[in-house]
C-alpha cells in the first residue's frame, strides 16, 4: 500500500505540475538567467528565452518554442540546459553548458523536450525530494553517503525523486544502506528518478568521472586554424565533415598518451595510411590537406619482446620469404607456447617438419590491428640444435571486401620455453631471411569482371629454382642475409596484436578423386586430366609426376583462380598453398609445354576445413527434404574458414545479412567450437563500427552499408546468446550495441518508424522489388526487422541488468509497433503493403517478405494472419535470403503448406547436380551461396521443433510442426550436450522420443492435430500421465505444462522420455488388479498385485514433487511394507507386476 500511495502522489504531483508550470518567457525576467534557443543556426531564426525549469512538449510550445525546432542556442553562465529527444524527459538525452551556434547534425530539430537549471556550484550533485527538481535541495560534493551522512548533511534516507549531475560526475543509487542492494548509475540530471527508484534511496555515492581522451585535429600547422576534438573512434569523410572536420584538411594534430591516430588518403580508411602515437605540429608534405578518414584508437601495453622482421625492403605485394633461425637447447622444454604472426600467410617447420600449415588469418580484428597464432612447440623441439624455418606469403594489393592489407611485409614470432635453456626464442635480426626464388610474380585478380572481392594471388610455382632442403638442419645459408627490424610488437603499420581465437584448420589425408581409375598413366603431348571430387569442399590440389623440366601444370578448382606448378627433371611431387573451393565438383589439371613424356604416378587432393564436427542432424521420411538438409549443411560447411563467407570462391566476404543466418544454423550442425567463430566475427563487426553508430556490411572490411544486414546482425546475437549463454561477449560488446541503436533511432522519422536514408545502399534481397522503396520512405521488412532488433536490444539489457536501458528500449518498441500496421497494413488486399513514402502514400506492391516480416514482427493479428498466410501461399518475390524468413513464418501459420512452399521454391536446387546451394532461384549464379541453407534451421528449429527457451539451453522447446510428415528425427548439438528428438505418427496415434543432457529441461509439445483419430490419452515411458483433458497420474522428472490449441505440454527432466499419444484409452491400475491398502494408512502398507504367476512384484516410492523416497525394491506379493519413516503427505507407489506397472496415489497420516 505504501508503494501505491507514493506513486499515486508521485502521479498527483506530475498532473499538477503540467497543469500548473509557468516559465518566464515575458519581458522583464533577467536575461542573464535565461537560456535562448533558436530555430536557425547562427542564433538565427525565431528566438525563445527560457528561464530555469523543466519543459515537457507542450509546455515549450506553450512558450512558443515549436517541437523539434532547435538548432543553436546560448546557455548563461552558471547555467547548464538538458535536452530530450522524446517528451516527458525520455529518449535520448544531451547536457550542454557552453553556448553553440550548431546543435549538431544529430539532434539538429529533435528536441521535444529540455530542462534549463544552474550548474551544481563546485562539482556538487543536488538532490531533491520532489518531481522536477522542487521541495528540499541538498549539495553533496564527490564522495560516499551512507544513510546516516545522507541524514547529516540534510537528505532524508527514501526521499531523492530527481537530481542534477554536473558535467563530468556520476551518481551511483543504491537501495539498501553501506552501498549494498540494487544500485543505479547515472551521469546526467534527471527530473523524475523514475518508478522503480522513487524514494527508494539509501546510500550514493558521487564520482568524478575520467574525462575521455581526444585527439584534436588542426586545419593549419602548428595547431593553428579550426581546432577539431574527436573521441576515439572510425570517422569516414561524411562523419569527419559531421564533426566539422573538412576533408583534405589536416594540418597538424595532438594524440593524447596511450593512444594512436591513424589517417587515410582515401574515404573508408583506404588508400596510403599513416599511423602516429606523438602530436605533429606539421603532417608533412605527403600528407598536408590530404586526410579523407581517420582512426582514433587506445594502445594497449604489450608484453612481447620480438621483433617483426623482413627484408629491407617494404613489400612488395604477393612476396614469399624464406627465414631460418638455430637455437641450441639445454633441454627438451615441456612447454613452448609460441605466438606467431604474419603479414600474411605462414607455413612452419621445426626441425625439418611440418608444424603449421596455412598459418595465420587473412582478414584483421578490425581496421589497424593484426591476429596471431599460438601454438605449443615443445613436441617438436628437443635438447641440442633445433632448427626453425618459416615460409611467409606477404600478399599486399588492394583491399577486399572483408579483407584489408597492409604493404609492408612482416613476421613475428616470440616462443616461451618451460624447463629449457634459453628460456625464449625471438624473431629479431638473427634470424636469416631469403626471397624464395621458386615463387614466380603473378598479379591480383579480378575476380567476376568485377573488383577485388577477395585478395586473390594466383601461386606460380617453379620447381626448377628450387633453393634446396632449406628447411633442414644441415642446409648452409650462410648466403642469406640477415633478417631486417621493422619494430618491437605494436608498431604500425600492424599495430595491436589480438590472438585468433578460432582453432587451427583441420586438415585431412590425401583424398582420391572418384574417377581416378581413368587418369591416363603417361602424357605426350598438351592436354588436360580433370578429376571428380564428388563433393563441394575445401581443398589443396596435389599430384606427383616424373616429367622433364619445364612442363606447366596450370591447376584450376573453380573459374575464379589458379595456381601453376612448373616442374623440374625427375620424379617429383607438390601440393598446392592456397586453397580453393570445388563448386564444380571437378579439379582441373592442364598440362602444357609437354617436351617429354610425364608419367603421372598421383593425382590427388587434401580437403582442409574450419576445425570442428557435425553432431547435428535431420531425417525424414520425405526424400527431397533429406536431400535439401544435407545440401545446406555442405553449403555451411564450405562457407565457413577464416569468417563465414557468404560463398567461398567469388567472394569470401562476412557479408552480415549471410552470417546472421550461418550463426543461426550452425547451432544445429556443429560442435561448440564453431561459436568460436561467431564471436570473433561479432567482435569484428563491432569493432569496425563508425562513429556514428553505423556499421560496414562486411566487417571487418569497409565495403558496403546495408541496413537491414545490420540490423539482422545485431539482432541475431541476441538469439546467439540465448542459444550459447556467452554473456560475457554480451557484456564487451554492449557499449556497440547501444550505440548502434543510437544511430538507428537517428534514422527513424517522428512515429518511430526507421526510414531509408541518403548514402546506404537500401537494399532488402536479390528478389523482386529490391530497389522499389525511395528514400525517405519507410519499408515494411526494414521494420520489421527494426522491432526483432529492438526486442533483441531490451532483452540484451535486461539480461545485463542495464534496466534503464531496457525501458529505452521497449519506448522505442513501443512507438514501431504501434504505427505499424497504420503504415504498411491495407484493408482493401487484406496484406500488408511493401512501403510507405514520407507523404503518407501506401506502395501497391503486396509480397511474400514484408508480410512474412509483420508476422515475425508480432504486429498481426487472428485476421490479418489469414492474409498473411494467403500472400505466402500465392507470392513468391524472395530470393534464397529473405526466402528462410518467409518460410520461418509461413511453418508456424501452416506448416504443411510451409514444408510444400519450401520443397517447391528449392525444387531446382534439390535436383541439382551440385551438393550445395544456389545464391538465386531456381539455381542460379553463385552454387555455394550461404544465405541458401537456410532451411535447415527451419527444419531444425520449427519443423523439428527444438529450440531454446533460457540461455544455453536451461530450458528448450521440443515443439514439432511436421505438416503431413509422418516420421521427422534430429540430432541437435548444444552446448550442454546433444539432445536427440523423433516423432513417428501413424492412423491409431503418434511416437514422440526426447533425449537430453544433464542441466536441461524440455518442454515437450504432443501435436493434438498429429493424432488424427483423436487424442484422448498419452503415456510417457508406458505409464499413462493424460486422459481426456486431464493429468491421471504422476511420473517423476515428468509434470505438466500446460495445454493450447496445438499442444499438450509437458515439463521434462534430462534424460530419455517416450510419448505415447493415441485416440485408444488402455486400462488403468485399479483395485481389481492391484491392492494397494490401507490408503490412507499411517505405519505399515500392502500391496498385492492379483492374476500374476510371479510371487514378488517390484515397488518405487516418490514424494509430491516426483523424488524418490524409496529406491526400487522386490519384495514379497501381498507382504506389508513399513513406512512409519516417511513423513505426512501424498506418495506415488509405482509397482511392477509381471509386464504391467501400476502408480497408485497414497496418503500417510
Known amino acids: 500500500m505504501k508503494w501505491l500511495k507514493r506513486h499515486m502522489l508521485v502521479f498527483l504531483a506530475q498532473s499538477l505540475l503540467f497543469i500548473c508550470h509557468t516559465s518566464a518567457r515575458a519581458a522583464g525576467n533577467d536575461p542573464s538567467n535565461q537560456a535562448v534557443f533558436y530555430t536557425d543556426i547562427n542564433y538565427g531564426g525565431s528566438a525563445i528565452a527560457l528561464s530555469a525549469g523543466t519543459y515537457t512538449r507542450a509546455q515549450m510550445i506553450a512558450n512558443g518554442l515549436p517541437d523539434d525546432a532547435i538548432s543553436s542556442y546560448t546557455i548563461p553562465a552558471g547555467y547548464q540546459v538538458t535536452f530530450f529527444w522524446d517528451d516527458n524527459f525520455t529518449g535520448a538525452s544531451l547536457t550542454k553548458t557552453a553556448s553553440e551556434s550548431f546543435i549538431g547534425l544529430d539532434w539538429n530539430d529533435k528536441v521535444t523536450s529540455l530542462i534549463v537549471s544552474r550548474v551544481p556550484p563546485g562539482g556538487q550533485a543536488i538532490f531533491y525530494t520532489d518531481l522536477n527538481y522542487g521541495g528540499t535541495a541538498v549539495a553533496l560534493s564527490a564522495g560516499t553517503y551512507t544513510r546516516a551522512q545522507m541524514i547529516a548533511n540534510g537528505l532524508p534516507d527514501d526521499a531523492i525523486t530527481s537530481y542534477v549531475i554536473p558535467a563530468g560526475y556520476q551518481v551511483t543509487f543504491f537501495w539498501d544502506d553501506n552501498f549494498t542492494g540494487a544500485s543505479l548509475t547515472k551521469t546526467a540530471s534527471e527530473s523524475w528518478i523514475g518508478p522503480d527508484w522513487n524514494d527508494k534511496v539509501t546510500s550514493l555515492i558521487v564520482t568524478k568521472v575520467a574525462p575521455e581522451e581526444q585527439a584534436i585535429f588542426y586545419t593549419d600547422a602548428s595547431y593553428q586554424g579550426k581546432a577539431i576534438p574527436l573521441s576515439p573512434g572510425n570517422y569516414t569523410r561524411v562523419q569527419m565533415i559531421a564533426y566539422g572536420l573538412p576533408d583534405d584538411a589536416v594540418s597538424s594534430f595532438t594524440v593524447p598518451a596511450g593512444y594512436q591516430v591513424t589517417v587515410y588518403w582515401d574515404d573508408n580508411f583506404s588508400g596510403s595510411s599513416l599511423t602516429r602515437t606523438v602530436s605533429e605540429p606539421w603532417i608533412g608534405p605527403d600528407w598536408n590537406d590530404k586526410v579523407t578518414s581517420l582512426v582514433i584508437a587506445k594502445i594497449n601495453p604489450s608484453s612481447w619482446q620480438a621483433n617483426w622482421i623482413w627484408t629491407s625492403a617494404a613489400g612488395p605485394a604477393n612476396t614469399w620469404l624464406s627465414l631460418r633461425k638455430k637455437v641450441t637447447l639445454s633441454a627438451k622444454p615441456s612447454r613452448a607456447l609460441t605466438k606467431i604472426a604474419a603479414e600474411n600467410k605462414y607455413w612452419l617447420y621445426v626441425n625439418n617438419q611440418l608444424v603449421v600449415k596455412d598459418g595465420g588469418l587473412d582478414v584483421r580484428p578490425d581496421l589497424l590491428n593484426t591476429y596471431y597464432d599460438e601454438v605449443d612447440l615443445a613436441p617438436y623441439l628437443t635438447a641440442g640444435e633445433n632448427t626453425i624455418a618459416v615460409l611467409v606469403w606477404h600478399k599486399g594489393g588492394n583491399n577486399s571486401y572483408s579483407q584489408r592489407v597492409t604493404n609492408n611485409g612482416?613476421?613475428?614470432?616470440?616462443?616461451?620455453?618451460?624447463?629449457?635453456?634459453?628460456?625464449?626464442?625471438?624473431?629479431?635480426?638473427?634470424?636469416?631471411?631469403?626471397?624464395?626464388?621458386?615463387?614466380?610474380?603473378?598479379?591480383?585478380?579480378?575476380?567476376?569482371?568485377?573488383?577485388?572481392?577477395?585478395?586473390?594471388?594466383?601461386?606460380?610455382?617453379?620447381?626448377?629454382?628450387?633453393?634446396?632442403?632449406?628447411?633442414?638442419?644441415?642446409?648452409?645459408?650462410?648466403?642469406?642475409?640477415?633478417?631486417?627490424?621493422?619494430?618491437?610488437?605494436?608498431?604500425?603499420?600492424?599495430?595491436?596484436?589480438?590472438?585468433?581465437?578460432?582453432?587451427?584448420?583441420?586438415?585431412?589425408?590425401?583424398?582420391?578423386?572418384?574417377?581416378?581409375?581413368?587418369?591416363?598413366?603417361?602424357?605426350?603431348?598438351?592436354?588436360?586430366?580433370?578429376?571428380?571430387?564428388?563433393?563441394?569442399?575445401?581443398?589443396?590440389?596435389?599430384?606427383?609426376?616424373?616429367?622433364?623440366?619445364?612442363?606447366?601444370?596450370?591447376?584450376?578448382?573453380?573459374?575464379?583462380?589458379?595456381?601453376?606448378?612448373?616442374?623440374?627433371?625427375?620424379?617429383?611431387?607438390?601440393?598446392?598453398?592456397?586453397?580453393?573451393?570445388?563448386?564444380?565438383?571437378?579439379?582441373?589439371?592442364?598440362?602444357?609445354?609437354?617436351?617429354?613424356?610425364?608419367?603421372?604416378?598421383?593425382?590427388?587432393?587434401?580437403?582442409?576445413?574450419?576445425?570442428?564436427?557435425?553432431?547435428?542432424?535431420?531425417?525424414?521420411?520425405?526424400?527431397?527434404?533429406?536431400?535439401?538438409?544435407?545440401?545446406?549443411?555442405?553449403?555451411?560447411?564450405?562457407?565457413?574458414?577464416?569468417?563465414?563467407?557468404?560463398?567461398?570462391?567469388?567472394?569470401?566476404?562476412?557479408?552480415?545479412?549471410?552470417?546472421?543466418?550461418?550463426?543461426?544454423?550452425?547451432?544445429?550442425?556443429?560442435?561448440?567450437?564453431?561459436?568460436?567463430?561467431?564471436?570473433?566475427?561479432?567482435?569484428?563487426?563491432?569493432?569496425?563500427?563508425?562513429?556514428?553508430?553505423?556499421?560496414?556490411?562486411?566487417?571487418?572490411?569497409?565495403?558496403?552499408?546495408?541496413?537491414?544486414?545490420?540490423?539482422?546482425?545485431?539482432?541475431?546475437?541476441?538469439?546467439?546468446?540465448?542459444?550459447?549463454?556467452?554473456?560475457?561477449?554480451?557484456?564487451?560488446?554492449?557499449?556497440?550495441?547501444?550505440?548502434?541503436?543510437?544511430?538507428?533511432?537517428?534514422?527513424?522519422?517522428?512515429?518511430?518508424?526507421?526510414?531509408?536514408?541518403?548514402?546506404?545502399?537500401?537494399?532488402?534481397?536479390?528478389?523482386?522489388?529490391?530497389?522499389?522503396?525511395?528514400?525517405?520512405?519507410?519499408?515494411?521488412?526494414?521494420?520489421?526487422?527494426?522491432?526483432?532488433?529492438?526486442?533483441?536490444?531490451?532483452?540484451?539489457?535486461?539480461?545485463?541488468?542495464?534496466?534503464?536501458?531496457?525501458?529505452?528500449?521497449?519506448?522505442?518498441?513501443?512507438?514501431?509497433?504501434s504505427n505499424y500496421n497504420n503504415y504498411f497494413w491495407n484493408n482493401s488486399a487484406n496484406a500488408y503493403v511493401y512501403h510507405r513514402t514520407a507523404d503518407g502514400t501506401q506502395s501497391q506492391i503486396i509480397d511474400d517478405r514484408s508480410n512474412a516480416w509483420a508476422f515475425l514482427a508480432g504486429v498481426a493479428n487472428d485476421a490479418q494472419k489469414a492474409g498473411i498466410l494467403n500472400v505466402l501461399k500465392t507470392r513468391y518475390n524472395a530470393s534464397p535470403y529473405q526466402e528462410m524468413y518467409v518460410e520461418q513464418a509461413m511453418v508456424q501459420l501452416d506448416p504443411a503448406a510451409g514444408i510444400k512452399r519450401m520443397k517447391d521454391r528449392y525444387a531446382s536446387m534439390i535436383d541439382s547436380w551440385s551438393p550445395t546451394l544456389w545464391e538465386e532461384f531456381p539455381a542460379s549464379n553463385s552454387n555455394n551461396h550461404a544465405w541458401a541453407a537456410g532451411p535447415l534451421y527451419v527444419m531444425s528449429a520449427y519443423v523439428l521443433g527444438v529450440r531454446p527457451s533460457l540461455p544455453a539451453y536451461e530450458e528448450y522447446f521440443f515443439l514439432p510442426q511436421p505438416g503431413d510428415l509422418t516420421n521427422i528425427s534430429g540430432v541437435i548439438p548444444t552446448v550442454r550436450g546433444n539432445i536427440s528428438v523423433s516423432l513417428a505418427r501413424g492412423s491409431a496415434g503418434l511416437t514422440q522420443s526426447v533425449t537430453s543432457p544433464s542441466g536441461t529441461t524440455g518442454i515437450v509439445g504432443i501435436l493434438k492435430s498429429a493424432v488424427t483419430c483423436g487424442l484422448q490419452q498419452i503415456r510417457v515411458n508406458g505409464t499413462v500421465i493424460w486422459r481426456n483433458g486431464s493429468t491421471v497420474t504422476t511420473v517423476p522428472g515428468v509434470t505438466f505444462y500446460g495445454e493450447d490449441a496445438q499442444y499438450v505440454k509437458f515439463r521434462v527432466s534430462s534424460g530419455a522420455w517416450t510419448f505415447d499419444a493415441g485416440c485408444t484409452v488402455t486400462a488403468l491400475a485399479s483395485s481389481s488388479s492391484l491392492t494397494v491398502a490401507p490408503n490412507p494408512f499411517t505405519s505399515d502398507i500392502t500391496v498385492k498385485a492379483e492374476g500374476i504367476k510371479d510371487q514378488h512384484v517390484i515397488v518405487e516410492i516418490f514424494n509430491s514433487n516426483g523424488t524418490q523416497v524409496l529406491p526400487a525394491k522386490r519384495v514379497q506379493n501381498g507382504a506389508k511394507l513399513s513406512l512409519s519413516y516417511l513423513p505426512a503427505g501424498m506418495y506415488i507407489i509405482k509397482t511392477t507386476a509381471g509386464k504391467k506397472t501400476y502408480n497408485n496415489k497414497v496418503i500417510k497420516y
Open 410 to 817: 612482416g613476421f613475428l614470432f616470440e616462443s616461451s620455453l618451460d624447463g629449457s635453456s634459453p628460456s625464449s626464442i625471438a624473431s629479431d635480426a638473427s634470424w636469416k631471411a631469403k626471397v624464395h626464388p621458386s615463387f614466380n610474380a603473378t598479379t591480383q585478380l579480378i575476380l567476376d569482371n568485377s573488383d577485388y572481392k577477395w585478395i586473390a594471388w594466383p601461386v606460380s610455382y617453379n620447381a626448377q629454382a628450387e633453393p634446396g632442403a632449406w628447411t633442414s638442419a644441415g642446409y648452409d645459408d650462410s648466403g642469406w642475409s640477415s633478417a631486417v627490424q621493422k619494430g618491437v610488437a605494436g608498431v604500425a603499420p600492424w599495430n595491436q596484436l589480438v590472438p585468433r581465437t578460432i582453432p587451427m584448420w583441420k586438415e585431412y589425408d590425401l583424398g582420391a578423386y572418384t574417377n581416378a581409375g581413368t587418369f591416363p598413366a603417361t602424357i605426350t603431348s598438351n592436354r588436360i586430366v580433370t578429376g571428380k571430387v564428388g563433393a563441394n569442399i575445401q581443398l589443396r590440389p596435389y599430384l606427383k609426376v616424373n616429367a622433364p623440366a619445364g612442363v606447366k601444370i596450370r591447376i584450376e578448382v573453380n573459374r575464379f583462380y589458379w595456381q601453376e606448378y612448373i616442374t623440374k627433371a625427375g620424379e617429383q611431387e607438390f601440393e598446392c598453398f592456397a586453397w580453393q573451393n570445388s563448386s564444380g565438383d571437378t579439379v582441373s589439371y592442364q598440362f602444357s609445354n609437354v617436351t617429354g613424356p610425364v608419367q603421372v604416378m598421383i593425382l590427388r587432393y587434401r580437403e582442409t576445413s574450419y576445425n570442428t564436427t557435425i553432431p547435428g542432424s535431420f531425417s525424414s521420411n520425405d526424400g527431397s527434404l533429406n536431400s535439401l538438409w544435407t545440401k545446406s549443411k555442405a553449403t555451411s560447411r564450405v562457407c565457413m574458414r577464416d569468417i563465414f563467407y557468404d560463398c567461398p570462391n567469388r567472394e569470401r566476404g562476412q557479408w552480415w545479412g549471410d552470417v546472421s543466418q550461418q550463426i543461426l544454423y550452425s547451432q544445429y550442425l556443429y560442435d561448440a567450437s564453431a561459436n568460436l567463430l561467431a564471436r570473433k566475427g561479432y567482435r569484428e563487426l563491432l569493432r569496425t563500427q563508425k562513429s556514428d553508430g553505423s556499421l560496414y556490411t562486411t566487417g571487418p572490411g569497409t565495403a558496403f552499408h546495408l541496413p537491414d544486414q545490420n540490423l539482422a546482425a545485431i539482432t541475431m546475437l541476441g538469439k546467439y546468446y540465448t542459444y550459447t549463454g556467452d554473456i560475457a561477449l554480451l557484456e564487451e560488446l554492449y557499449p556497440s550495441i547501444k550505440k548502434f541503436a543510437a544511430y538507428c533511432v537517428n534514422s527513424s522519422n517522428s512515429d518511430g518508424m526507421l526510414v531509408w536514408q541518403d548514402g546506404p545502399w537500401n537494399w532488402i534481397d536479390w528478389g523482386d522489388n529490391k530497389d522499389a522503396t525511395p528514400a525517405g520512405a519507410a519499408n515494411a521488412i526494414y521494420n520489421g526487422i527494426y522491432i526483432t532488433f529492438l526486442e533483441s536490444a531490451a532483452s540484451i539489457a535486461n539480461s545485463l541488468g542495464y534496466v534503464t536501458d531496457k525501458r529505452y528500449y521497449e519506448q522505442l518498441l513501443n512507438k514501431v509497433r
